[in-house]
């Protein structure tokens, strides 16, 4: 079975800081994706980004970069210099290889404040 | 534009009554999938479908009821069975791979009182 674990509940920041989300997963498959999703008050998941367990090469999408550690099972998400609509929950999620039609498995999610 | 349609976007309804939410997507996505998210909670699957007139239940099945007679559809039916209804319902389509992304529409909030 997978488990995702984002220990954070919430996080508040004022605009311009940096902000770190932490996400800790737990998997026997040698082979699994993890991805991350924004959640905007409007409710609809926006997905962000999907890295492969065999590239832990780390990412960076202009404000957005990500952190994947094979050795911490860990796969944190940092926003840089912050803005006000970058405030929603964000989740991550797991799916591996042998589970069926790409089924994800979902952390609890961060709720992201950020404030002017 | 491409996408996955759910309607409508609130719904109210009385104790003891079932109810349909829809769910279309014109991806041309093989699996679709419905969760539901209570406040402060991640997605928690309810079911989930690979192919038409095929599903399977997710982790939380109880009390709901879909189909999958079209590739682009799979609605949800919400029955009186299920005991505590009021949620947010989201529903998503992928290729069915585990090294896809899924898409998501924009949700339901059903309340029912």
């Known amino acids: 079975a997978q488990k995702v674990t984002q220990a954070q509940t919430e996080i508040s920041v004022v605009e311009k800081e940096d902000v770190t989300l932490d996400c800790v997963y737990e998997?026997?498959?040698?082979?699994?994706?993890l991805f991350w999703y924004k959640q905007p008050p409007s409710g609809e998941l926006v997905f962000l980004i999907r890295?492969?367990?065999?590239?832990?090469q780390n990412e960076i999408s202009g404000r957005y970069s990500w952190n994947f550690q094979k050795s911490t099972s860990s796969f944190n998400f940092t926003i840089t210099a912050s803005q006000v609509v970058d405030s929603a929950v964000y989740f991550c999620?797991?799916?591996?290889?042998?589970?069926?039609?790409?089924?994800?498995?979902f952390g609890a999610g961060t709720q992201v404040v950020v404030t002017p | 534009d491409g996408g996955i349609t759910q309607s409508p976007k609130y719904l109210f309804r009385k104790e003891g009554q079932n109810v349909t939410l829809s769910c279309e997507q014109n991806?041309?996505?093989?699996?679709m999938y419905w969760y539901r998210q209570d406040p402060g909670q991640g997605l928690r699957l309810i079911y989930y479908?690979?192919?038409?007139?095929?599903?399977q239940k997710g982790d939380i099945a109880e009390g709901y009821s879909v189909s999958r007679e079209k590739k682009e559809s799979f609605p949800l039916t919400v029955t009186s069975a299920q005991k505590n209804p009021t949620a947010f319902y989201l529903c998503?389509?992928?290729?069915?791979?585990?090294?896809?992304?899924?898409?998501f529409g924009p949700g339901t909030r059903l309340t029912v009182t």
């Open positions: 991806l041309n996505h093989d699996a």
């Open positions: 998503a389509s992928s290729s069915g791979r585990a090294s896809h992304e899924q898409y």
């Open positions: 999620a797991l799916s591996a290889l042998t589970d069926s039609w790409g089924k994800l498995q």
């Open positions: 890295r492969n367990s065999f590239d832990e």
């Open positions: 479908s690979q192919i038409v007139n095929d599903f």
């Open positions: 998997t026997r498959d040698t082979t699994y994706y």
